[in-house]
Structures are given as C-alpha cells and as structure tokens.
C-alpha cells in the first residue's frame, strides 16, 4: 500500500482489504496505515500534485509512532528531519479544503496545517517554502464518475463510485502479474531491471502465464473478492525508481511497453480512448471485504481459456 499518494510502498504480510483500498492490520492501534490516504495538493491551483510533477515524492515513507496517533514522515535514506502529524487533531479541527483529482472531478480532505506544508514544500522545491503545497487526509467524502468521467465509463462499463478508492486514480485496487514484468524485463534494452515496484500495485501475483491478467473477470484471494474494472494504462510516473527517486534516461520501461502493449491493440473499443497508453496490470473494484496473506492462492474466473 502507498499511505501517501505517489510516496513510498509499504510492504504487508498481511491486510485488511476494504472498499476504499487495502489497510494495514494493527492489534490496539488507535490509527491505522490506509492505502493512498494522504495526497499532496496545490492550494492556488486547486489541483493534486503527484510524483509526475516532483519525483522526490516517491521517497516519502510513512509511519505510525508508538501508542498516540502520531503518523511520521521522512525520507528514505535520508537525514531530513522527520515530521510528525497528529491526526486526531486534524480531524477534530476539521478544516475541509477542496481540489481535483485525475478527471478533474472535486474531491474533499481534511488539511494537515501549515507545518506539514513548510515540511512537504521545502522538501520538494529544495529549500523554498511554498504554503500552497498542502498535505491532506481523506475526509471519506465520496468520488463520482458522473460527468468528469462519462468518456470513460461509456467503454468500461463496470466503474463505479464505489471502487474509486481514496484518492487512487481509477479504482481502489491495482493488480500486477510478476511474470508480466519478467518478460518486459527481457525486452528491454538496458541492463537495468525493473520491479513491480515500478507499477505501483496493491497485490502483485506469481507464478502465472505473462499478461494472462488481461483475461481475469473475477479474482478471489483469502477472504477478498475483486471484480477486474479495467485494464492499468501507464504513464511516465512507471520510469521513476521507487527506490532513488530517479527517472530513467532513457525513459524506460514505458518505451519499450509502448512498442507491444497498447491498449488499442489488445482492446479495440479502447483504442479511441486510450490511444498510445501502454498497459500493465488491471484495476479492480472490491465485492468482499476481509484479509489476503503473503503466499494465498490466487483464484480467477477468466472470459478465456
């Protein structure tokens, strides 16, 4: 999971999977990790900011300290000074700010103050201060896809309000199949590997045929049903190393999914929509909540053989 859209992963043994993204499990915790429940956005442009605008995002690590609800971050491999948000006082104070998201659809959150902000955009502009770079907590105010995303939904026919997620792009769930990645690892004309990392998913699958998710309608792990929503179309936040922060010279691997993954080829009455977009992975929409484990069988119902 990715506590902060766009920051660094959170690897689970196990999580609580629910309708807006996948949790963290915590006995006794008063605050737990939710996937993308914090987000960075811009106050004066009204708009969300994303590793597509600073990479450095990407090395933003997430964390609860100790008994009291204090959520911590900092930076990976790095001695910036962390910076601690208590959030049970952001949500008492309840100061809703609004902005949009990927559709330009509006969405609610709950501001984090003018600390966070100082902390976040010296960060990002390397020592500038901007007090429009705003860190926000879902406020659970609810996503529509009507209007912002009728060119989208008119071809996948199975989004929903419901699936949104928090503050997820598309859907609440992302789904990479390792061997997918393996055999892009074998095209790709550098000596660099990529991970799934570099997908961003919620669950990464193995030991399955490469790319046979593009076939996946229904997918049941421990307790959780999904029901796949759409193909994952990539962008230029896939050449970013999860780990460095660093965006690869040569702008792989999108290069080289781009020359045998579009989505027009696999999908044609997604070609009009999607254009050039490469793909790698689904998105899926949750239909029973309850808790998947590291090594659970994965199992699908495919519309092929």
């Known amino acids: 999971m ?8 959170k690897e689970l043994d196990s999580g609580s999977c629910q309708l807006k993204g996948i949790e963290e499990i915590i006995n006794m915790q008063p605050y737990i990790l939710r996937d993308r429940n914090f987000i960075l956005f811009d106050r004066a442009k009204g708009k969300f900011i994303t590793a ?31 910076l601690e948000v208590d959030v049970v006082k952001v949500l008492n104070e309840a100061n809703t700010m609004k902005f949009k998201m990927h559709f330009n659809e509006e969405v609610k959150c709950y501001d984090c103050g003018d600390e966070a902000s100082v902390w976040f955009s010296r960060f990002l502009l390397k020592g500038r201060i901007n007090r429009d770079i705003r860190l926000g907590i879902c406020c659970d105010h609810s996503r529509t896809i009507a209007n912002s995303w009728d060119k989208y939904s008119h071809v996948y026919n199975l989004l929903s309000n419901e699936d949104t997620g928090r503050f997820s792009d598309i859907a609440s769930y992302m789904i990479v199949n390792e061997e997918s990645v393996n055999d892009l690892n074998t095209r790709v004309p550098c000596e660099e590997k990529f991970t799934s990392q570099y ?45 460095t922060g660093v965006k690869n010279p040569n702008l792989e691997p999108i290069r080289t999914l781009r020359q ?13 929509l999607e254009g050039q977009s490469p793909v790698m992975g689904v998105y899926a929409g949750l239909y029973n909540p309850g808790v998947i484990k ?3 069988i994965v199992f699908v119902a495919s519309h092929q053989k």
């Open 2 to 9: 990715y506590p902060l859209k766009s920051g660094y992963y």
């Open 52 to 82: 597509k605008v600073y990479e450095r995002i990407t090395l933003v690590d997430v964390n609860v300290k100790g008994q009291l609800p204090i959520v911590e971050f900092s930076i990976r491999n790095d001695h910036w000074l962390p």
């Open 199 to 243: 997908f961003r998913p919620n669950i990464v699958v193995k030991h399955c045929i490469p790319y046979e998710e593009d076939t996946w309608d229904w997918i049941k792990i421990g307790e959780s049903i999904f029901r796949v929503i759409k193909p994952c179309t990539r962008c230029i936040a896939i050449t970013i190393d999860p780990e």
């Open 260 to 272: 045998y993954r579009r989505l027009g080829d696999i999908d044609q009455k997604a070609k009009h």
């Open 294 to 296: 590291t090594d659970d």
